[in-house]
C-alpha cells in the first residue's frame, strides 16, 4: 500500500535552564520522514552535550523510508550506531561515563512507534485524556513497579538514577511501544527538565489549547518560573488530516496496541 503523507503542528525548544550552565540536552525534528527525537546528555558526567548531540546527528542521517517499518529499523540501527560512536567516546576519556537518555517518536501510515532508553518521556493527548507511552528506565520507577514505594512517597526524594542509556553498555536495552495514530493525536516529548517542575495534567491543559510551537514556550516559561533546575527540552506533534482519505495498512514492525 502507498504511503499517504499526514500533516503535522510541529513545536520545539531547548533551554539550558537557569541552573546549570551548558544544555546536554538535544531535540531532532525531522516532520519530513516523520520522526522526531529528545536526548538527555548524562548530567554529573562527561561530555553529556557531545553524547546527545551524536544521537541526533545519527538519527538525523535517516533517509527516506518505504515503508513504516523500514523507518523504525533505520532509527534502531542509527541509535546503536549513536551507542557504538558513544562507546569509543568514553574509550578516548579514559573509560569516563558518557551517555544519554533518548525518546524518539515515529509516526507513518497510521501509525505511531515511541522508542526510548532513560526517563525521557513522550506522552500522547487524545480524546480520553493524557497518557505516559513510555514508562522511566530509573530506580525509583522499578521500587514503584516491586510495591517497595508509591508514587506520592517518591515526590521528594532527592535522586533517581536511570537504569538505561544510550552509550553505556555494549548492547543498548531499546524499549518499543507502537500504537494507532489518530489525527488531533498529539504527542509530547521531553526531558524530565520539563517533568520535574510541570504535571502531566499542565502538560496536557497547554498541549491541548495552543499551537505547538506556542506550547513549548509557554510550558518552557513555566518551568523556568518554577526554578528551571535542569536543562528543559518540549517537542510537540500533532497530527492533522491526512492529505488523503485513502486508508492505509502498513503498521510498524510490530503489533500496535489497542
Not at 34 to 48: F, K, R, S
Not at 142 to 158: K, N, T
Amino acid at each position: 500500500m502507498a504511503h499517504v503523507p499526514s500533516l503535522f503542528d510541529v513545536g520545539s525548544v531547548t533551554h539550558a535552564g537557569r541552573v546549570r550552565a551548558r544544555n546536554e540536552d538535544a531535540c531532532l525534528v525531522r516532520t519530513d520522514v516523520g520522526l522526531w527525537a529528545v536526548a538527555d546528555g548524562m548530567g554529573g558526567h562527561e561530555a553529556g552535550d557531545l553524547a546527545s548531540r551524536i544521537v541526533v546527528e545519527s538519527l538525523d542521517s535517516i533517509g527516506a523510508p518505504d515503508s513504516a517499518a523500514d523507518l523504525l529499523a533505520q532509527c534502531e540501527a542509527r541509535l546503536f550506531s549513536a551507542n557504538q560512536q558513544i562507546l569509543a567516546l568514553s574509550h578516548e576519556r579514559q573509560g569516563a561515563i558518557v551517555g544519554t537518555t533518548t525518546a524518539v517518536l515515529l509516526v507513518r501510515d497510521g501509525h505511531y512507534a515511541c522508542i526510548w532508553a532513560g526517563d525521557s518521556r513522550v506522552y500522547l493527548i487524545n480524546r480520553h485524556g493524557i497518557t505516559q507511552v513510555s514508562h522511566d528506565h530509573s530506580e525509583l520507577e522499578e521500587l514503584i513497579a516491586d510495591g517497595a514505594l508509591s508514587r506520592e512517597e517518591v515526590q521528594d526524594w532527592p535522586s533517581n538514577a536511570i537504569t538505561r542509556a544510550v552509550g553505556v553498555v555494549a548492547d543498548p536495552e531499546l524499549e518499543v511501544v507502537t500504537g494507532r495514530a489518530e489525527p488531533e493525536d498529539i504527542f509530547v516529548i521531553c526531558s524530565d527538565g520539563l517533568t520535574r517542575h510541570v504535571r502531566d495534567d499542565e502538560i496536557e491543559q497547554h498541549a491541548a489549547t495552543r499551537l505547538a510551537q506556542a506550547a513549548c514556550d509557554d510550558m518552557l516559561a513555566l518551568a523556568l518560573d518554577r526554578g528551571g533546575l535542569d536543562n528543559v527540552t518540549i517537542v510537540i506533534v500533532r497530527l492533522l488530516a491526512p492529505r488523503s482519505s485513502e486508508p492505509t495498512r502498513t503498521p510498524l514492525d510490530r503489533e500496535p496496541r489497542p
